[in-house]
């Protein structure tokens, strides 16, 4: 670790002793986003902060300014930052976590583009017509769009891959109500059918998807757009295909590079695919690595990446003016947030399933909870500005639909004490730390993940913030959990876990029922309620089609989770990407981003002065 990121460790944990001993002082005033974090340093002020020592996400272009002419063929290297290896389901039908996504996507594509909106048209690899009542949508696979090993991609290709996910025996996490709004699709994944009666392939390059009901997400998210090859898959049993080599050895794609070589969990090579249906790629290589987040800056000022998946914004202002390097930046569609565990997920019903006995249940201590913490400072003093309170679990990405007037939690430790109170959560034996209702000891089991400088003093804070308020909240197994076993115990609603520090990536459909429906896996927390649901279908509907419509019940949605709070937004959250200086023609900007259009401008990456 650089003596920098000593020093921001030891400021992060010293600004959580510093908050802990303000809440237990009773100072229960809410921050304001421009309030003062401190004494700002010299780089801060050179690289753009304002007087307080803060940092906006409006300050950044997610273009890449080109500098000099582009040479033929070349390579750079790509860092995936994170602290554990990527888990190695190298394909979009299987994979559940960001970093086997980073993986994908150098090799891999959707068959549908989209625009600045997120709204799918017709310049990428196919093309769809909707017909009149919007339920059906016909699907025409453009001439030379071929797998990586020659094969055309067909009709049947995609038509495969929503049978995999369809399939009783599929172990991913792609089957929610996308595909339960496909006709025949339920029968076909309770086995009482052998096909999917809404799915018809007219010729090779063209198939026709009906579905029972239509709103504004069809065109958005509502169409599974990654095909899979059935020439490669069809002699695998489904619930082996995950696992099979097609996957973790040899996966292949219809993207503008083909997998070379993997080093499981820790690189991969990629070559140009000269057969790309949009035109042969400019760079001849890409090699990814990963980069763990206490090495990245030394990484990028020393050549060993170009670029890089993502970068600690808590480290941006002691390097905002690394001289080989370009900052990009974006507002994120993700944020983090505290989840309750408040019950179970059925496999064999594929639905949520609440306890009513779970020890998170009380909705005033998952409240009281929600107020203890201060998650404006948290946003200034840990990330400089370039992370902010979150009020809502639809987010400012979705401007239209974020409800910037909800009346949410603040920062109230003595109101967190009185509702505890009032729920009968009181110290029984003078310990300092409150018992449960029926006077038992009262121990919440908290699992957060490990990476980058911040990981432990952040969740030593939120601990400290609790115990503030009287609540006793330990780590589970005394220790950070890794990305992979996280996400693994968390999704197998491990009994040893009661709340959990985790992040979203909302994707970019506003549509929240892919991960707080009733039958969608990735409703971790296990929360569902009538009301939800009949908000969750109202905001996907026909009817949804009226903006306004859709905007008032979005809002609905909204509130009912700060009544009913299965889970607490902490930050919402910027992306800010350093770019070497020789890489020409790159953005951030999903609408825009064709890797095959990557350049540079040098054989070899620009090293820091």
Known sequence: MTKTNLQKLFFAIMLVMLLALAACGGDDKESDDNADSGDKDSSEEESGADEDGLFSIDDFSMDKTNQGEAIEGGSITYGLVSDTVFEGTLNFNFYSGNPDYEVIAWFDEPLLDTDANYTYTNDGAAEYEISEDGKTFTLTIKDGVNWHDGEPVTAEDWAYAYEVIGHPEYDGVRYTSDFTNVVGMEEYHAGEADSISGIEIVDEKTLKITHHETGPSMVTGGIWTYALPKHIFEEIPVAEMSASDAVRKNPIGMGPFKVESIVPGESVVYKKNEDYWRGEPKLDEVVLKVVDPTVVVNQLESGGVDLVSSFPVEQFPDNADMSNVEYLGMIDNAYTYIGFKLGHWDE??????????????????????????????????????????????????????????????????????????????????????????????????????????????????????????????????????????????????????????????????????????????????????????????????????????????????????????????????????????RVLNYTMDPAKMIRHEIAVSEEEAIVAE
């Open 348 to 581: 064999e019903a594929s639905e949520v399933v609440m306890d009513p006995d779970a020890k998170m249940a009380d909705v005033n201590l998952r409240k009281a909870m929600w107020h203890a913490v201060n998650n404006d400072d948290v946003g200034n003093e840990f990330y400089n500005g370039l992370r902010w309170n979150a009020k809502s679990l639809i987010i400012p990405f979705f401007p239209d639909y974020y409800d910037e007037t909800i009346d949410a939690p603040t920062y109230d430790p003595e109101e967190a004490k009185r509702l505890l109170d009032e729920a009968g959560y009181v110290d029984k034996d003078g310990d300092g730390m409150r018992e449960d209702p029926e006077g038992e000891e009262l121990v919440i089991n908290f699992a957060s993940m490990s990476g980058g400088d911040t990981a432990e003093p952040l969740a030593q804070y939120y601990m400290q913030s609790w115990a503030n308020v009287g609540l006793n909240v330990q780590l589970v197994d005394g220790r950070l959990l890794e990305f992979n076993s996280f996400y693994d115990r968390v999704e197998a609603d491990d009994p040893a876990i009661d709340i959990y520090q985790g992040a979203w990536g909302t994707g970019t459909d506003v549509n929240p029922d892919g991960l707080y429906g009733r039958n969608s896996q990735y409703n971790y927390p296990r929360y569902a309620s009538d009301e939800s649901d009949e908000l969750l279908a109202k905001g996907n509907s026909e009817e949804a089609l009226d903006v306004e419509y859709r905007q008032d019940i979005y809002k609905q949605w909204q509130e009912l989770m700060v009544e009913d709070i299965p889970v607490f937004p902490t930050l919402y959250r910027s992306v800010v990407i350093p770019v070497n200086n």
